[in-house]
């Protein structure tokens, strides 16, 4: 049995998440499959921390990395959900019934949680339901991007873990937790502001909650020593003002992937900065369906790059 589940893209939210405000995420048509015909003798830790000893299935996860570094685009997650969804496929489970996926759900979130100490488990309910999701910890609502909306994706020069970001940033809040709670409270209000332009399809209101978001982590950054956000990004993100978007990290940051998002591709001047500064754009579109079983489990053939958009 094979089984696909997509990557994210987390597009607000980040850090406000874990304490309760809403992330605006989106499932990517990058993610991982998971064969459960062939074992996989080398599992993740978070594939460890949901099976145990048992075999796990093979996973196929390139369309997730650029050679050995991974892209940002939530590959635990992904990897974990296929493992878990194959074995249950296997079992006859339909994994399109919601409650066989409310309960792929918990069970990944709490492997995942256990393996890397900690999160809001976003990255899991993509991999599951696909689709855009408003996500609050345990709870994901259907949306859609606000009409007009584009979305281009950029993979950074660097990459970073999540976990150690968010250590940094758990530091911080216990030596200076004035300081820690200016910067979530800032980043929470932002969250809730562009959950509610979504919810309402404001484009407008949605790019202006992006844009506030990206010199919001920068501050968290510096505040937490953390580099949440690379130097050289508050050029690209004047840059995208004067084009009417946002430019801004996806998720917890520090390098991976960032996201251009506007009503029109980014203009020869943006491209020509961002490769300056290492960045690249790559070819990501939406996933509609989240975990499902599929007939094959190719290698992701990447296009030529261009926007995620609504209609």
Do not use: W
């Not at 990897?79 to 990944?108: K, Q, T």
């Not at 940094?168 to 979530?184: G, K, N, Q």
């Amino acid at each position: 049995m094979k089984v696909f589940a997509p990557g994210k893209l987390v597009l607000t939210g980040a850090y406000a998440v874990l304490g309760g405000a809403p992330a605006i995420v989106m499932a990517t048509s990058r993610g991982a499959y998971a064969d459960g015909s062939r074992s996989n003798p080398t599992p993740t830790a978070e594939v460890r921390a949901a099976l145990g000893d048992v075999d796990s299935p093979h996973v196929d996860a390139s369309s997730l990395f650029l050679g050995s570094r991974k892209l940002g685009l939530g590959a635990s997650a992904a990897i974990l959900v296929a493992s878990l969804a194959a074995r249950e496929a296997a079992r006859g489970a339909d994994l399109s019934d919601e409650r066989v996926r409310a309960a792929l759900f918990d069970r990944a979130r709490g492997a995942h949680a256990s393996a890397q100490s900690g999160g809001s488990g976003v990255d899991v309910a993509a991999s599951v339901h696909g689709g855009v999701l408003e996500y609050v910890p345990g709870v994901a609502r259907v949306r859609s991007l606000p009409n007009g909306t584009r979305i281009h994706v950029f993979a950074c020069g660097t990459s970073a873990r999540t976990s150690e970001l968010r250590g940094l940033v758990d530091r911080l809040a216990s030596l200076s937790p004035a300081t820690h709670a200016t910067c979530i409270d800032d980043l929470a209000s932002i969250a809730h502001e562009a959950a509610g332009a979504v919810k309402v399809g404001s484009h407008e209101r949605f790019v202006v909650a992006v844009r506030r978001a990206a010199r919001a982590l920068s501050r968290l950054g510096v505040a937490a020593n953390a580099p949440i956000v690379p130097v050289g990004f508050d050029v690209l993100e004047d840059v995208a003002t004067a084009e009417d978007a946002a430019f801004c990290v996806s998720g917890a940051g520090g390098g991976d992937v960032a996201v251009y998002v506007g009503s029109a591709p980014p203009s020869p001047a943006f491209v020509k900065r961002a490769l300056e500064l290492g960045l690249f754009e790559i070819d990501v579109a939406l996933d509609e369906k989240g975990v499902r079983a599929v007939t094959q489990s190719p290698a992701f053939v990447a296009g030529p790059a261009g926007a995620i958009s609504s209609s």
